[in-house]
């Protein structure tokens, strides 16, 4: 079985860990966690970056992976739904032209994402909350 | 002389680190392949945590050991510089638990081996240094701080001299004290 | 952090305040005992005896909520003695003498009814902490979740200061930023004051600039900070009112203090947007959820801590069957459908306008960041030869106008609520460190979720247990003016008596129902760290153990997992 090597930084804590996965790409698997040779971490790990990321597979232990778009099609109190993301993008982007235009931008809160993400999309959030809808009303979750 | 691995407290941040270690090195990587719910979770060491003191405890491989004295089913034996438990001759009478004078022997309920009839299993359990498996122990090879290690002879030996030169150089005069220690 | 982490293992002297890196950073914790191992002593301020305070040359076991007076304290001391670097006062500062004249009342004994330190320990800190030569403070949410924070982190940065502990390898001081990219984050300009890279909004000039790279006119007003969302819900009158809330990688639900409060302003408000990877609490009042890539299906930059900006890498594909997409993709689609274009065709794409933005981080190009693995901002030019900074304030040359650094003079205030009759102890969140944040992550691996699950623990000291008859292990019940929530027993002498603790990171066990939302003036940030709480009994253990079971059924079940067999396990 041919064998994919990836480094990447550890997505729990603020210490920067470099981790090199081992996955299997014919299965699209992760199958290890090594610690790799970073500034903070000088090769070593927490139990956090040697077992933290089978999550990712989806293994139905306290929530459920987000696969499709959702939309709550009767309102308030109704079911999720799933639906395209075409129309996910045009009743998200249509409420809010909406909501802009009857209270104005102040009336939206964007956040961005102190987790897994990444700064480019933290940086495309805050330009979407600025550019695109015109209010500074854009935070995180930094406090917690 | 049987090896056993020690922690060292001033170094151990009570992690857990190798708590998991142990699980993942007995059980195998294929408990990420399988339902979360399809495997024993059971370390064979535990980390404790007092005022002064955090390290994990485990079996510390004696080279007399109460556990085996104790056990009625012969399950407990020595093989290879280590103690190890064979849990299919385990009758679950807890002796050795009594026995163990650190603690280190503990009872694991079995989630996947059953009795011939059909009622589930308990047995005995502890550090076996990782017996046949590969880059083990398991524990202090994944540890963060460098806090555990495994002592065989040669290393309780050095550790000893140390110990005796210590004492010696602090029972020393001042100026005696103050020269470089030749072994 | 002011200066890098690999850093602290060469300082002289380490000052650790209100920060328990064993279980919030392991891997920092583990420049701490090298520290130590090289020779460096300790101090350890907490209010726990935490694993830093064990191997510590002196804890100050605190009083919870009194910071800013032991800080002060310490302050007076190293006045009094002739301790300062008078030099570095004179040179790179200013404001002294008002701080000298306000530290005159904050003697060890005057504070020590406040603080429960005693004088004698208190001077010894003040010595050790001026004179080792190389001393770095570390803080962590100890100073920073209560409502007088910010002012904490002045007198913090106050004795680093006076003894001219900035500016130089192994000093400075170190805030050590808790979740993986609150840094990025906030580097990335997702706070409601400034642009990327720390460009105040209010600025005419940089408003101009970042005009003319958007092309479109920009709003000069200060953002909402995320903390207050709940009271511009359900407060505030109508034409300032929050009507929709576009939530991104996170759950106010499960993360923010008096969550029966974020509740209702959730099902008040006319749209809520999640997108996740995961369904969480605040999915439940979602009008529509977008699913993204999770870490290892994308690409992108982090930035750690210490200003170290890392990449993180795509390693494997979304599972076959998820139609996900990108977070920047998803955030871009939305914002051209909604008139205002964006495109982008990948990360370093997004990187380069960024970069190109913030004078700050011109020169961490992704080819430098393949290079050197890691570059800690300011990094101000693209020639390969600037590989960033490790510590800030060289030179003693500060991120001020006049470059110099400035004295705050600032009193201890009290926290908002205190112990009384109903409610006599002292209630404080902490970290489990093998779970993080809201638990989406880490409750959903397998080994994280078998060390430690629902409904987590109360650390008690065993002379509490005594008193209020609870044994390790027991459920208990644990109850605040705002809510109430249960949990297990786990007495430990690592606490004192006067107060009692849990992690956040429980859904059965959510401590955030006690916690309240009184917030630091100027950082938004929650007194996480300290309200009134009271213990109580549950006398029906079984009819307790049962809830339990039945309401982590009932969870799994509302975050759409299919109830199964339960593997195959022997009954």
Redesign the interface.
């Known amino acids: 079985m041919p064998i994919k090597e990836v480094q990447t930084t550890c997505a729990y804590c603020g210490a920067g860990c470099q981790i090199l996965f081992k996955a299997d790409p014919e299965n699209n698997k992760i199958l290890e966690a090594v610690p790799a040779k970073g500034r903070t971490n000088d090769g070593t790990l927490c139990l956090k970056g040697h077992y933290g990321w089978d999550y990712i597979n989806d293994p139905q232990i306290l929530t459920k992976r987000l696969k499709k778009p959702l939309i709550r099609r009767g309102g308030k109190g109704a079911p999720l739904e799933e639906a395209t993301w075409d129309e996910a993008i045009s009743y998200t982007a249509g409420r809010l032209s909406e909501i802009k235009k009857k209270y104005g931008p102040d009336s939206i809160m964007c956040t961005g994402s102190a987790r897994g993400p990444g700064n480019e999309a933290n940086y495309v959030m805050q330009k979407f909350a600025r550019a695109a809808i015109g209010t500074n009303n854009v935070d995180h979750c930094a406090r917690i | 002389m049987n090896g056993f691995v020690q922690g060292d407290p001033l170094l151990c941040i009570g992690c857990r680190t190798c708590t998991i270690a142990c699980v993942v090195a007995h059980e195998g990587k294929r408990i990420y392949e399988i339902d979360p719910d399809g495997y024993d979770f059971h370390p064979r060491l535990k980390v404790i945590k007092t005022w002064a003191v955090s390290v994990p405890v485990q079996c510390k491989h004696c080279e007399n050991p109460a556990c085996k004295a104790v056990c009625r089913s012969e399950a407990i034996r020595i093989e290879d510089g280590r103690v190890l438990i064979d849990r299919q001759k385990c009758i679950g009478c807890k002796s050795c638990t009594e026995a163990c004078p650190f603690g280190a022997v503990h009872m694991v309920p079995l989630g996947f081996e059953l009795n011939p009839d059909g009622s589930r299993r308990s047995v005995a359990h502890k550090c076996d240094l990782c017996n046949g498996l590969e880059d083990g122990p398991a524990c202090l090879r994944v540890c963060p701080t460098e806090a555990l290690r495994l002592v065989e002879r040669d290393d309780l030996e050095a550790i000893l001299d140390n110990k005796r030169k210590n004492v010696l150089v602090a029972a020393s005069s001042p100026e005696l004290r103050n020269r470089p220690t030749v072994c | 952090m002011s200066n890098?982490?690999?850093e602290i293992e060469d300082a002289k002297l380490l000052f650790v305040f209100g920060y328990n890196?064993?279980?919030?950073?392991?891997?920092?914790?583990?420049r701490i005992?090298?520290a130590?191992?090289k020779g460096a002593q300790i101090i350890c301020i907490d209010p726990r005896?935490i694993?830093t305070a064990?191997?510590a040359d002196l804890h100050l076991q605190l009083r919870n909520g009194s910071n800013l007076a032991l800080v002060n304290s310490i302050a007076q001391v190293i006045i009094e003695e002739g301790l300062c670097d008078d030099k570095f006062i004179a040179e790179h500062s200013h404001g002294f003498d008002e701080f000298k004249e306000l530290c005159k009342k904050y003697t060890p004994e005057a504070v020590t009814d406040i603080t429960q330190i005693h004088p004698d320990d208190i001077r010894k800190a003040a010595r050790m902490y001026a004179t080792s030569g190389q001393s770095m403070i570390l803080y962590g949410m100890g100073v920073?979740?209560f409502a007088q924070a910010v002012n904490v982190v002045k007198g913090l940065a106050n004795l680093a200061i006076m003894t001219g502990n900035f500016g130089r390898w192994g000093v400075g001081i170190g805030p050590?930023?808790?979740?993986?990219?609150?840094?990025?984050?906030?580097?990335?300009?997702?706070?409601?004051?400034s642009?990327?890279g720390y460009q105040n909004?209010t600025v005419p000039e940089i408003q101009a600039k970042?005009e003319k790279a958007?092309?479109?006119?920009?709003?000069n007003?200060?953002?909402?900070?995320?903390?207050q969302?709940p009271h511009?819900v359900l407060h505030e009158p109508e034409?300032?009112?929050?009507?929709?809330?576009?939530?991104?990688?996170?759950d106010?639900a499960q993360?923010?203090p008096d969550l029966a409060e974020v509740r209702e302003s959730l099902?008040k408000i006319?749209?809520v947007?999640l997108q996740?990877?995961?369904?969480?609490k605040t999915?439940q009042y979602?009008?529509?959820?977008?699913?993204?890539t999770?870490?290892?299906?994308?690409?992108?930059?982090?930035?750690?801590?210490?200003r170290?900006?890392?990449?993180?890498?795509?390693?494997?594909?979304p599972?076959?069957?998820?139609?996900?997409?990108?977070?920047?993709d998803?955030?871009?689609?939305?914002?051209t459908?909604?008139?205002?274009p964006?495109k982008?065709s990948n990360?370093e794409e997004?990187?380069n306008?960024?970069i190109d933005l913030c004078p700050s981080f011109v020169g961490a190009t992704y080819e430098k960041l393949e290079k050197y693995?890691?570059i800690q901002w300011p990094c101000r030019s693209k020639d390969m030869s600037d590989t960033g900074t490790s510590f800030l304030h060289k030179d003693g040359k500060f991120a001020n106008p006049d470059g110099k650094a400035k004295f705050s003079s600032i009193d201890w205030q009290p926290p908002t609520e205190l112990e009384n009759d109903e409610f006599p102890l002292i209630f404080s969140t902490n970290r489990e460190?093998?779970h993080?944040?809201v638990?989406?992550?880490?409750?959903?691996?397998?080994?994280?979720?078998?060390?430690e699950d629902e409904p987590g623990w109360i650390q008690m000291n065993p002379e509490l247990c005594e008193e209020l008859r609870v044994k390790h292990g027991e459920l208990v019940k644990v109850i605040s003016k705002r809510g109430h929530c249960i949990t297990r027993c786990l007495p430990?002498?690592?606490v004192k008596k006067q107060a009692v603790y849990m992690t956040?990171q429980w859904?059965i066990g959510a401590c955030n129902e006690l916690t309240n939302a009184a917030l630091d003036p100027i950082?938004?940030?929650?007194e996480?760290k300290y309200c009134a709480c009271r213990v109580e009994k549950i006398k029906d253990q079984i009819w307790a153990e049962k809830y339990l079971r039945e309401e982590y059924a009932k969870?799994?079940q509302d975050?759409?997992?299919?109830t199964?067999k339960?593997?195959?396990?022997?009954?």
């Open positions: 890098g982490v690999h890196g064993a279980d919030s950073h392991p891997i920092v914790a583990r005992v090298r130590k191992r005896r694993e064990r191997i920073c979740q050590v930023r808790g979740q993986n990219n609150v840094q990025g984050a906030c580097d990335m300009g997702a706070l409601p004051n642009y990327p909004v970042f958007w092309g479109v006119p920009l709003s007003k200060a953002g909402i900070p995320l903390t969302v511009y034409e300032k009112k929050i009507r929709a809330y576009y939530v991104f990688g996170e106010p993360s923010d099902e006319e749209l947007i996740d990877i995961y369904m969480n999915g979602a009008d529509v959820v977008l699913p993204s999770g870490w290892n299906e994308h690409e992108g930059v982090y930035s750690c801590c210490d170290g900006f890392q990449r993180i890498r795509k390693v494997i594909d599972p076959a069957d998820a139609d996900v997409l990108y977070d920047w998803i955030i871009s689609r939305i914002s459908s909604m008139g205002y964006m982008y990360t997004i990187w306008e960024v693995g890691n460190v093998g993080y944040s638990r989406t992550m880490s409750g959903n691996c397998r080994l994280l979720r078998n060390l430990t002498d690592r956040y859904w950082s938004n940030t929650p996480y969870i799994r975050m759409g997992i299919a199964k339960k593997g195959g396990k022997a009954a």
